[in-house]
């Protein structure tokens, strides 16, 4: 399909970063783009309309996603769907249950009664599995066999962790870590990710979009393998702090997570801790990849310079 032929595009989870690089690359190409979202006057998603479409061509509607009547009437005049919802901790009545197996289930039931979404995509996560003690990566695989119960015009996109400078981005919140503690007691030290650029994810949806990709799982890694330590190593450099990293075992790494976990915002949990222990974060070697979707992969050394000098003690120009 022609990218000239899609009418719109709507986006459930757009307000993220992940989801706001896509929108302007969408926009970008000419594409009308919708995003459901709970709080239409997010700073973030108004800057979004004004800056990078033309009037319209953006708009963003307030419902209650885990409303089946809303998700029907939000989708109705939509070809594709994207759904980018997801959360990284629960808190309250938000569960990894509700958010990502339950809300999958309601988007794609109605979807499949409707008819009237030509391809939905869903994004999903490396490493997810049944019966496992992380309840992230189980709601994860629960919403994927979901999509493929319920639908046979997916695309089912499985990234690494994603850097570019989000609020939420992993490297911002290393940052302030290794800003705050001369050491750091680290769970899974030699666990593997493969960073990838959220422009690089942008990329890649549009691929899949113009291509027709269906019935298939794409991994979205980045083009090289770093384990924890590794990454954290990167991110000191970048924000000219010193830090002594001690690797620490699976009973003190839950204590950790255990212990931040209580916080409103945290920055570990107990749950994060078992993600971390359940395996690597890198392709597998089963679905295609970005590279294989002929997209340049972009090096996080060469992006993460132009935000994390926000965290040197003496500037930009610090040495």
Not at 225 to 243: A, D, M, P
Not at 248 to 262: A, E, N
Request: glycine fraction near 8%; include cysteine; charged fraction near 25%.
């Amino acid at each position: 399909m022609s990218l000239a032929y899609v009418k719109k595009i709507c986006l459930f989870g757009g307000a993220g970063f992940i989801g706001r690089s896509i929108v302007r690359l969408l926009a970008k190409n000419g594409f009308e783009v919708k995003i459901a979202t709970r709080s239409p006057f997010d700073q973030d998603l108004l800057e979004l309309k004004s800056t990078v479409s033309d009037p319209g061509q953006i708009s963003v509607e307030k419902i209650n996603i885990h409303s089946k009547s809303q998700i029907k009437d939000f989708i109705k005049d939509c070809e594709i769907c994207i759904n980018l919802v997801g959360i990284l901790y629960e808190k309250g009545s938000n569960t990894f249950k509700k958010i990502h197996t339950i809300f999958a289930d309601n988007l794609t039931s109605v979807i499949k009664e409707t008819k009237s979404i030509k391809h939905y995509i869903h994004f999903s996560s490396l490493g997810v599995k049944n019966n496992t003690s992380s309840n992230y990566l189980e709601s994860k695989y629960k919403a994927e066999e979901i999509v493929k119960k319920n639908l046979k015009n997916y695309t089912i996109i499985k990234p690494s962790i994603v850097f570019g400078g989000g609020k939420k981005d992993f490297t911002n919140t290393f940052a302030k870590l290794v800003n705050l503690f001369p050491v750091i007691p680290l769970a899974g030290a030699t666990v593997k990710f493969a960073p990838v650029y959220v422009g690089d994810i942008a990329l890649g949806v549009e691929k899949i979009i113009d291509q027709e990709i269906k019935m298939e799982t794409i991994e979205f890694v980045g083009n090289e393998i770093f384990n924890l330590t590794e990454i954290i190593k990167i991110i000191s450099n970048e924000t000219r702090v010193k830090n002594l990293i001690i690797p620490i075992p699976s009973w003190l790494g839950k204590l950790q997570g255990l212990v931040l976990g209580l916080a409103p915002n945290p920055m570990l949990t107990l749950d994060q801790v078992r993600t971390l222990e359940s395996g690597d974060n890198i392709a597998t070697g089963k679905n295609r990849t970005l590279s294989d979707l002929n997209i340049k992969l972009t090096d996080i050394r060469k992006v993460i310079p132009n935000y994390l000098w926000r965290f040197r003690k003496g500037g930009q120009f610090a040495k």
